[in-house]
């Protein structure tokens, strides 16, 4: 079994790294696409944002998916 809040402060933690070593816009974007596609970014569709899994809801009331974290 594994533990969801640990797995989403991982994946969170794993996103964060990386996102961080994105040099340009277009490696930031790219990267971010990858992480939505592998579940470790999540996107409010109404407003386009990318949130870490650890966040539970987008500023505009969104809440995270389920089955995420
Ligand atoms: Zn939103």
New binding site residues.
């Given amino acids: 079994m594994s533990t969801p809040l640990l797995e989403a402060e991982t994946r969170t933690a794993a996103a964060a790294v990386l996102l961080a070593e994105a040099a340009t816009a277009h490696e930031r974007a790219a990267l971010t696409r990858v992480c939505l596609r592998a579940g470790f970014l999540w996107r ?6 990318s ?1 870490y899994l650890t966040t539970e ?6 809440k995270r998916p389920e089955g995420l974290a």
Avoid: D
Wanted: net charge neutral.
């Fill in positions: 409010c569709h109404p407003c386009k944002e949130h809801a987008c500023g505009c009331g969104v």
